[in-house]
């Protein structure tokens, strides 16, 4: 699974894997391979992941050990990284989506259940909710083309 940034800052983000995978009881498996343990697939959350929030190991010590996680790649056209305009706590300089006109960049999606969605909302104070497609002016960091309702943090 790798190292969590929170013990080692200059690791940020974090290992991600490059292809869709499950977290599932801290365990990273292939998602042709795995399922959730819980609930249905329709009563989850798009969440776009940018950053540390995309690493398993973060993921487990923000939805805790037990988390079961579906994890998709998104490409996601018009959109670029960016540094944030702050310091974590634990010493890293975050990154962010912000709209770039010709940038093309591959994104982590997380499948959220309700309770999930409240816990990383919780520890990710740049978390933006919006339903996509959106106007730049109502959610910058979300202006990702013909995407379902969903959040970017």
Request: aromatic share 4%.
């Amino acid at each position: 699974m790798g190292g969590s940034p929170t013990a080692d800052p200059l690791s940020y983000p974090g290992d991600i894997p490059d292809q869709p995978f499950v977290l599932d009881h801290g365990e990273v498996s292939p998602l042709s391979r795995g399922r959730p343990s819980a609930p249905d697939m329709n009563e989850r959350h798009l969440v776009v992941a940018v950053g540390s929030n995309a690493a398993p190991a973060r993921l487990v010590e923000k939805l805790g050990p037990d988390a079961a996680v579906p994890v998709l790649l998104l490409r996601v056209v018009g959109m670029d990284v960016r540094y944030s305009a702050h310091v974590t706590r634990y010493g890293a300089v975050p990154t962010t989506a912000w709209p770039q006109a010709g940038a093309a960049l591959t994104l982590t999606a997380l499948l959220l259940d309700d309770v999930q969605l409240v816990a990383l909302d919780a520890t990710s104070p740049t978390t933006t909710g919006c339903r996509w497609p959106t106007s730049a002016s109502a959610c910058p960091a979300t202006n990702i083309n013909d995407g379902p309702a969903s959040r970017l943090t």
